[in-house]
């Protein structure tokens, strides 16, 4: 059975006879169909009855069903009502907009809006190199999406996006203080999307795209970042090549290997995988072949794709062909970033000696990390319930912190070779081991890092 998660947690609330012993009963219950009890709270007291709250995680909504079936069945036992704690935690949504300024009196008001608001609006027309320093844009990004490829949902529109849109703007404010706004168009057209994102951007310091389906992201990203004066950051390109060449510096320092030596091999030749590609060419890797569904990507293949060509331009340089088990043979590094259950665990056995493999499909991995850790000397994975989890978070907060506070126009190549340094420096040497070659998301010393790096200073 598949790890329980509090992405799946629920709180039952049951109705059950007044014995104390019913509630070692339940718990054991719901133990012996692989359920974790999280809390147990008695609701109500009498004579008659207890009313009990029993939160509990599952590995996923059957098994969830399956814990309340099994509470159900306990002697004395009646389930009242269940509640999903995930779903209650987004209801009504999880940002809102506050107020920086005191708004208590006239005076307060007469400053914050009509008539004092006019003499600022006048002075950034006379002065429009202060919109940043005077208003919310030097502090804000746009988290934008056309709904096309949520997590591993796929394409499921704009209003579906919503919520994983307000968990990254969430996620902006936790990690790096920045004012996030989540951006969902009704649009999956490139000259729309680049249309309506020109013309939002006066109000933001920074363009967060994010879940927009390959290859339309790459085009969306050129002309954005052809036409605006401020950073335009694809985060599940960059975001995500940032936190695996981090990952993969300290792997590397594990089995004592250098980026320069090493054979890779990338599953996925989409955003995610072309990105990760780029980071790695400019971190000095120099054999990286690329899997698709119909093997190796080579220059000169019949019926590539435009992006896929470009791809291939730069990758594969001894022209190797072949599935993903032929083209593993012998590599230093797997990084997948493609489907689940592709991989093989003794396919691993063919790498060379101490590979790395990097697993990183949501929720569901290439390989088992657990079968994976049989034959590699580092495993990593998207999953939170296995170590070295490759996280975006530990990039874009610090990236786009970097960013707003220079008054960047621009992010280059060289800036996310450093913001993957900064992270990778984020472990010490006395600290760094197979299970631990990438800091937690809570280490508040990674976006700081990443933001000096980002602006190209050692010590702020």
């Not at 249309?195 to 050129?222: H, Q, S, T, Y």
Request: glycine fraction near 8%; include cysteine; charged fraction near 20%.
């Amino acid at each position: 059975m598949a790890a329980t998660t509090s992405s799946y947690s629920i709180t039952m609330r049951l109705h059950t006879h007044p014995d104390h012993g019913v509630v070692g009963s339940v718990a054991t219950a719901i133990s012996q169909v692989g359920g974790i009890v999280t809390a147990i709270d008695v609701a109500d007291s009498r004579h008659d009855r207890l009313v009990l709250d029993v939160t509990c995680s599952a590995s996923d909504a059957d098994h969830a069903e399956q814990l309340v079936a099994a509470a159900d069945e306990v002697s004395g036992v009646e389930v009242h009502k269940v509640s999903d704690r995930t779903f209650l935690l987004h209801i009504g949504g999880k940002i809102e907009v506050t107020s920086k300024v005191p708004l208590k009196n006239r005076d307060d008001l007469s400053m914050a809006y009509t008539p004092g608001v006019g003499r600022v609006s006048a002075a950034l027309a006379h002065n429009p190199d202060d919109v940043s320093r005077l208003t919310v844009k030097g502090n804000s990004v746009a988290v934008v999406t056309d709904g096309s490829a949520v997590l591993g949902l796929g394409n499921i529109g704009p209003g579906a996006a919503l919520p994983v849109m307000e968990g990254k703007a969430a996620l902006f404010k936790r990690f790096a203080d920045i004012d996030a706004w989540p951006i969902c168009l009704a649009s999956q057209d490139v000259d729309e999307i680049v249309k309506a994102v020109e013309m939002i951007a006066p109000g933001f310091g920074g363009i967060n795209l994010e879940d927009i389906a390959a290859p339309r992201c790459f085009e969306v990203e050129r002309r954005l970042r052809e036409s605006l004066d401020i950073p335009v950051f694809h985060d599940d390109q960059h975001g995500t090549a940032i936190v695996v060449v981090a990952a993969l510096t300290n792997a590397l320092r594990v089995v004592g290997k250098q980026m320069t030596d090493v054979r890779v091999v990338v599953s996925g030749g989409g955003a995610a995988g072309t990105a990760i590609v780029t980071l790695l060419l400019a971190a000095g890797v120099s054999d990286v072949v690329v899997v698709d569904r119909e093997g190796a990507i080579c220059a000169g293949d019949a019926g590539l794709s435009e992006a896929h060509r470009l791809l291939s331009e730069q990758t594969n340089p001894r022209r190797v062909r072949g599935d993903l088990r032929t083209v593993l043979s012998g590599a230093d590094v797997f990084i997948g970033v493609s489907a689940p259950r592709i991989l093989q665990p003794e396919w691993i056995k063919d790498m060379a000696e101490d590979p790395v493999v990097f697993a990183l499909a949501n929720p569901d991995p290439e390989v088992d990390p657990a079968e994976a850790e049989k034959y590699a000397a580092v495993v990593a994975s998207g999953r939170s319930d296995y170590p070295n989890q490759i996280n975006n978070v530990l990039a874009f907060p610090g990236v786009f912190r970097g960013l707003l506070d220079a008054r960047a126009s621009d992010i280059t190549v060289d800036m996310l070779l450093r913001a993957a340094k900064a992270i990778a420096s984020t472990i010490h040497d006395d600290e760094v081991n197979p299970n631990f070659i990438i800091p937690t998301v809570f280490n508040t010393e990674v976006p700081k890092a990443v933001a000096r790096a980002i602006r190209g200073v050692d010590h702020d």
